[in-house]
């Protein structure tokens, strides 16, 4: 990639974090947050450039989720941060293991295999994954570090209203993901299933239930956060936008959806399962009864 993209990449995701902390920040609280999500980032790009390793990359993400989720815990003990910070520290646990456990099955991700041997290509990379990390969870952040020492009984019922709406998002985000993940793993680990793509389970009524769930889980918290927010601290609701516009317009399903029109565009059972299962959201199949057991039947 040409050096003036990658570093202007690099300043851009720096620049957007700190003014999303400085507009939507109540005073400077979340501007600690960005200084610590870069570092903690660039320490670790240092490592995989050095050693020339892609393993972690992920893994760091997840890292940077749960230590932020911690210090919050420490020094803001209230309501919202051990709500809201037990569903992120849970929500990281499980993908951060389950996507380095991928890795480390297949042996490599193919995203890294040019981008790794480049220092700034790589570097911006990394950037924006600590951009990722601070927009996704500003709005539960903001909420956890509120000033305001929110307690159990402090709350009224929209705050008790928001919590519960936004808990029955996330957990059915949560599971979606956790499912949806686990059978498609199973499926891969089939070597009969070798070049094949799956089509059962949740698969059956969705082309990616998991980002799906993604989706709806960070839209649960954002729920749970809107309660504690007020003039332009609402800027920080662009969390679960952010996560909306990322997976379905960035780097999810058009990266997905092309690279299986490329391998499986003119199979004909590929182009049925395309026709008759949704893109995103879960919906029972068309012809329900090609469904036998949890496989589909062309």
């Known amino acids: 990639m040409p050096k003036k993209k990658t570093i202007t990449g690099i300043f851009l995701s720096i ?19 960005v200084l610590y999500i870069f570092l903690l980032h660039w320490v670790f790009f240092f490592h995989a450039y050095v050693l020339q390793t892609e393993h972690y990359f992920d893994a760091i993400g997840s890292l940077t989720f749960i230590s932020l989720s911690l210090i919050a815990l420490y020094f803001f003990r209230n309501i919202y941060s051990v709500i809201i910070g037990i569903m992120v520290i849970t929500w990281a646990l499980r993908l951060g293991s389950f996507l380095f456990t991928r890795v480390k099955e297949v042996g490599k991700d193919s995203r890294f295999t040019e981008m790794k041997k480049d220092f700034l290509w790589f570097l911006m990379t990394w950037s924006i994954s600590g951009l990722w990390v601070f927009l996704t969870y500003a ?100 969390s679960p936008l952010f996560v909306y516009l990322l997976l379905t317009r960035v780097s999810g399903l058009p990266m997905l959806e092309s690279a299986a029109n490329k391998k499986w565009g003119d199979n004909p059972k590929y182009l049925s399962y395309k026709k008759n299962t949704p893109l995103l959201v879960l919906r029972k199949p068309k012809n329900s009864e090609r469904l036998i057991g949890n496989k589909i039947v062309f």
């Open 139 to 238: 709005a539960g952040l903001n909420a956890m570090i509120s000033s305001e020492n929110f307690g159990l009984y402090d709350l009224g019922l929209i705050e008790y209203l928001g919590i519960i709406v936004g808990f029955i998002f996330w957990i059915s985000g949560f599971l979606l993901e956790v499912i949806s993940d686990q059978q498609k793993r199973i499926f891969r680990k089939n070597p009969e299933n070798l070049d094949k793509f799956i089509v059962h389970g949740l698969w059956a009524w969705s082309r990616h239930p998991n980002y799906f769930g993604e989706i709806l889980l960070w839209f649960g918290i954002a729920i749970i956060a809107l309660p504690t927010l007020e003039g332009w601290r609402y800027i920080t609701l662009i």
């Open 15 to 33: 620049f957007l974090a700190l003014l999303i902390a400085l507009i939507g920040g109540e005073g400077y609280n979340l501007v600690l947050p």
